[in-house]
């Protein structure tokens, strides 16, 4: 059994969290002492070190974030963290066209309003 722990500290309004990897044969798990990954839901300190991202990391060895980067490759952790990141992005282009349509909502919202008012000004007239 290996086992790597890290500190991680998401913002300075936070106090840094104790992530614990551990890795037996090809299973691993992954443990935070933050609020929401004590009771079990996934949470951006966890996701960040096996993301193989170290941007959060305030303890002294952020470099050992590539070892537990090759034990996820290795593991099924590797292929829901590929499947999420997918989904995640295609939310993110979800909601951007989103957006778009509902600002082009708006667009004909008001000029339907614009020539309504017209139409009855020259109804009127």
């Avoid at 890795?23 to 996701?47: F, Q």
Wanted: proline share 2%.
């Amino acid at each position: 059994m290996k086992e790597l722990q890290f500190m991680v500290q998401e913002s300075n309004d936070e106090p840094p969290r104790r992530v614990t990897i551990t890795k037996e044969t090809n299973n691993l798990t992954a443990r935070c002492t933050c609020p929401r990954g004590g009771v079990g839901h996934i949470c951006r300190h966890r996701l960040s070190i096996l993301s193989g991202n170290g941007r959060m990391v305030v303890s002294d060895n952020v470099a050992d974030v590539k070892h537990v980067e090759a034990w996820v490759v290795w593991s099924d952790v590797g292929v829901f963290i590929a499947r999420l990141v997918e989904a995640q992005k295609r939310l993110q282009a979800i909601k951007s066209e989103a957006e778009q349509s509902a600002a082009a909502v708006n667009d004909a919202i008001g000029e339907v309003r614009t020539i309504e008012r017209c139409l009855v000004r020259a109804i009127n007239d």
